[in-house]
């Protein structure tokens, strides 16, 4: 059974574009999360996701930063017009449900360098 | 959920069992605790999580106390590769409720 599977491992994107950053869950799981971790820093959560639904985004930047689950493919974390601070490992987490103790399992991350 | 302390590091021999301590005297009764770690560079792992009985697995054992207020991640052997930041979260047992991590316990496993 694939673990949780994120691509690109490695993104490179000069100030100004766009960032797009996927998930795909592990089989079976419909709940999806998103952590950043800034250099040196701990892991902070940003936002939950159901299939077609955001449940939790009260850690997600306010602007220039979205997420989606949609009902086919994995989930998209999308920052527009990126700038050096968003540098850094973003962390995506599923699990079957959020029910009795259910952990989550997270992928190694894509880890993005803006320019 | 409920704040967790940890040590800030700790030193173990390898082969050694490493007992991280975990105090999370706020805890709630319908309050999991789970134990992550996160080798450099890697995404955080999954290590065991438990209620109200002890649990061990084939990574690790878990001891909570009967207050519940503390518990200790026991790694009966440890190996160079078990050198990591280890985390112990409170999370609440239903309900939508996500991961907090706090600082972690940094274990350095040396030969």
């Known amino acids: 059974n694939a673990g949780v599977m994120q691509n690109p491992r490695h993104l490179v994107r000069r100030r100004g574009q766009e960032a797009r950053l996927r998930c795909s869950p592990m089989k079976g799981h419909s709940h999806v999360y998103w952590y950043r971790q800034l250099p040196e820093e701990g892991l902070k959560f940003m936002v939950y996701?159901?299939?077609?639904?955001?449940?939790?985004e009260s850690g997600m930047p306010k602007e220039r930063f979205s997420a989606e689950f949609p009902k086919e493919g994995p989930s998209i974390l999308r920052i527009q017009q990126v700038v050096r601070g968003d540098s850094a490992a973003y962390f995506c987490?599923?699990?079957?449900?959020?029910?009795?103790?259910?952990?989550?399992?997270f992928g190694n991350g894509t880890r993005l360098t803006v320019t | 959920d409920a704040k967790t302390t940890q040590p800030t590091s700790m030193d173990c021999a390898e082969g050694r069992a490493a007992n991280l301590p975990c105090n999370h005297s706020t805890i709630s009764g319908n309050e999991y605790v789970y134990w992550y770690r996160q080798i450099h560079s890697q995404g955080p792992q999954y290590i065991i999580h438990g209620l109200k009985n002890n649990e061990t697995n084939e990574m690790a054992s878990l001891i909570i106390t009967e207050d519940r207020k503390s518990s200790t991640l026991i790694l009966p052997h440890a190996t160079l590769r078990d050198t990591a930041v280890y985390y112990c979260i409170v999370r609440a047992e239903s309900g939508y409720s996500t991961l907090t991590f706090g600082k972690g316990t940094m274990l350095l496993v040396s030969p």
């Open positions: 996701l159901q299939k077609e639904n955001i449940i939790d």
């Open positions: 987490a599923s699990s079957p449900t959020d029910r009795d103790g259910s952990p989550l399992h």
